[in-house]
Every structure is written in C-alpha cells, then in structure tokens.
C-alpha cells in the first residue's frame, strides 16, 4: 500500500468516525461536563480539574442529561421510537 492509500484510509477513517452518532454524543457529554467544570471551579474558587468535574458530573447530572437528550432526539425525529437503537443502554428493565 502506498503513503497516499495509508493517508487517504486514514483520513476516511477520521470522517467516518467524527459522523458517527456515537462520537457526536460523546463531544456533547463531554462539552456538558466542562461545562460542569468551569461552573463548579467559579463557585468554589479554584480549578477543581477535569477529572473531578467528570465524576461529580456523572453522579449529579449524567442519568437526567441522558433522558432530556433522548427525548429532544424523539422530538426532533418523531419517526424513532423507544425502541430505536440507541447508544445508551436502556435503565429499566425489558417486560
């Protein structure tokens, strides 16, 4: 395979990926939890770091963020129904 081939996988590759649903709902949770971090570190005084943020964030807010984000994704495209495929895994239990 020639350098120009490698490149041109490579980048195919990189568009595939920054198109996918998946990699779009991590940069939105990840632009949530930054949020996050700048709100908490301006309320306490200090840059409490990302890591901290992150799973402060998980614990307080991520259950609920989901489930506004999955509604507003239904809202936007009524034709997904609950059952849809979705890169979170269902909380409640399947009867």
Do not use: C
Request: glycine share 2%.
């Amino acid at each position: 395979m020639t350098s120009t081939a490698k490149e041109s996988d490579t980048s195919s590759s990189r568009e595939f990926v920054k198109q996918s649903s998946l990699y779009q709902e991590f940069l939105a949770e990840r632009e949530e939890i930054l949020k996050h971090k700048w709100l908490e570190s301006e309320r306490l005084g200090y840059d409490i770091g990302f890591e901290r943020a992150l799973l402060d964030w998980i614990r307080k807010h991520r259950e609920s963020w989901r489930a506004a984000r999955r509604q507003q994704i239904n809202q936007i495209s009524p034709s997904h129904s609950s059952q849809s495929v979705s890169p979170f895994p269902s909380t409640t239990p399947k009867k």
